[in-house]
């Protein structure tokens, strides 16, 4: 077959036949990474979406949804890939693979008039010479190469129409409670559903929950499930169990079981213990995630039912999908050599805590390539390199490199890394009851995996972590975790040059680097930036914006009616304390929205729900909890991350 020049404008590629790389794009899963690794395809604009956040639509998406999402491009670019994943968190540091297949059209629309005009260049995208594609459970999906000629700096948009099939839900299983036979607890009770799995590893909708309750007095509990009717095409259900004495919320409240929990067709199942919480983490979208009249994520960003995506249609705020399905991230062949990063990183690094824009699209990490570090995340910036993110929230480097190597979750992940051609890593705030040499030896793994292929490896030296008796107000209300030592020695070996030092440890000095993410906000009891000082950063200049509760419509929204009149958003991305109350100075929440009639929402570590009545205050602080940075601290952290970019660290090809 005749060879020809994949891109004539640079002779950094080699010819390559496109046959194979068409072909390659066609299995539209992991083999095609190589391929386009070879054809010189790597991420090269803003705006991807975390596979843990918001990547994977629920079960319960039937009718089509069409997104709008902005996108800035880091370099000059004509030839785009669009990658689309079907995945979900399945508990803390765990991703499995979605629920049910995915339909997806999509399309590039170049940006209009205006910012938020529909009047662009619409361009529709295929997936191997088909307008519509299937994005089955456990799968990655690539589009194919779609010509579009844009500049660096240059602002576009995809659109992605999505829907799921989503087969009735079994009727409520008949369960039976017995006091012998497992570990669930005495006099307890557990709301039961199940749901049917087919061949292809879609599930149904859940079933309504059935409620069991353990005999008082017993030891070893157990529930014993009835099987429910046969449905075409099913070859086995799942039982489903929800938290301990939980009677309403079947869907919310569930979390889903591992393999533990799954039956034959016409076979009884015996649960003997809980499930660990934490159910696959919904979509973006719906009335409580989108702003009145607007997108819920940048200007033009918006939503509609059915497909968007053919030429010529506009999208309108006209309804609130439950869900919507954007692009993991955009491929690119760039005219010229250049940098790209793939993110891997726990709850921290993906952005909990950053009330500018949210989990998985904002953080420190996204902060810091993209230059956007005002406290709205609103700026329109030229991102300093193309990125793919891939945070989860409870992650361990263990988890990453060891846990469930043969899972096709993890090493999905692995692979999809590849497609950039450095990596940023924050982990190690999870890892530290493993101890330093767990941490050492995973990372020197991890190393081992990528810089053979050019790959070059980032990490994160770890912050400190502190309690607090006054919502990291002052230094000294904090008191230092009892991971501490482990932080300063795996910190004191990040930062070593010598023989005994990461780096050289590696074996691959040139292809592993450190970001000094303390000097943004360790400081010692003084409150004086000092590395090793073991206390989080005070602010200098801390506002007080004073109130009290005049009510409460939810654990993390309030009204204070006195504020009526406030700017919409007035206060997003500031932290607040409660001064008084159950909730006081047990931690600090970081503000996603506040309205004109005084409404407050935030995200918060606060267990208990705060009260009519209760006085907070509303400044800057750089912690939310023990563990998670406030939008503040994102924003200082994230200009460490862009002096180390700009300063020529990362790796060009």
Known sequence: MAKIEINPEDAQYDAVEVADVV?????????????????????????????????????TQINQVSYRKKH???????????????????????????????????????LGSTETANDGHTVPVAFNGSRRARVDPGCVLFSDPVFLPLSKGERFYTKTASDTFAVPAPDAPAVSASGTGGA????????????????????????AGSVATIPAGASTGSITVTSPAAYPGAIAYR?????????????????KACQEGLAAI????????????????????????????????????????????????????????????????ILGRPKRPCASVAIVADSKGAGTGDGGVGYGEGGFIVRGITNRLDLKMQDQTTPLCGYIPMGLGGEKLDDFVNSLASSVRDRTRNRLAEL??????NY??????????????????????????????????????????????????????????TRLQINAWLRDTGPSGFRQESGYFDLTGVIE??????????????LDGGYVIVPAARPSITGTLTGVTAKYEFIDSSKAGWVADLYKGYSIRFTTGAAANTAAGVIFYTRADGTINVDAGWSATPAVGDAYEITFVAAIDAAHDSTWAHIEIGKVIRDYVLAGNLRVS
């Not at 993410?517 to 000092?530: D, G, I, L, P, Y």
């Open 23 to 59: 072909e390659a794009l066609a299995a539209s899963g992991l083999a095609s990474i190589d391929a386009l690794r070879q054809a010189g395809y790597q991420p090269v604009a803003s705006g991807g979406t975390a596979l843990s956040s918001n990547n994977s639509p629920q079960s």
């Open 72 to 110: 800035t491009l880091a370099v000059d670019c004509s030839n785009f890939i669009l990658v689309y994943a079907n995945y979900g968190t399945a508990s803390p540091g765990i991703m499995e693979a979605g629920y049910s297949p995915i339909n997806v059209t999509a399309a590039m629309d170049k």
């Open 184 to 207: 669930l607890a005495a006099g307890a009770s557990y709301l039961i559903s199940v749901c049917y799995i087919f061949a292809d590893g879609s599930e149904s909708l859940l079933s």
């Open 239 to 255: 039982v489903c169990i929800g938290s301990r004495n939980a009677t309403t919320g079947v869907q919310a409240a569930y979390a």
């Open 266 to 329: 016409g076979q009884p199942k015996t649960i003997i213990r809980e499930q660990t919480a934490g159910a696959r983490t919904r979509l973006i979208g719906g009335a409580a995630g989108r702003a009145s009249g607007g997108g819920i994520r940048d200007v033009g960003e918006v939503a509609s039912l059915g497909d968007r995506t053919i030429p010529g249609a506009t999208l309108d705020v006209s309804a609130s999908p439950n869900n919507i399905y954007t692009p993991l991230t």
């Open 420 to 425: 950039a051609n450095n990596i940023i890593s």
């Open 428 to 485: 190690g705030n999870n890892d530290k009851g493993l101890g330093f040499s767990t941490f050492r030896a995973n990372l020197l793994k991890a190393v081992s995996w990528y810089a053979p292929r050019g790959i070059k490896w980032h990490q994160m030296t770890l912050p400190p972590s502190t309690n607090t008796t006054d919502a990291w107000t002052t230094v000294a209300g904090q008191t230092k975790v009892s991971t501490e030592a």
């Open 517 to 530: 993410t303390c000097s943004a906000v360790e400081v010692n009891a003084s409150n004086v930036k000092t």
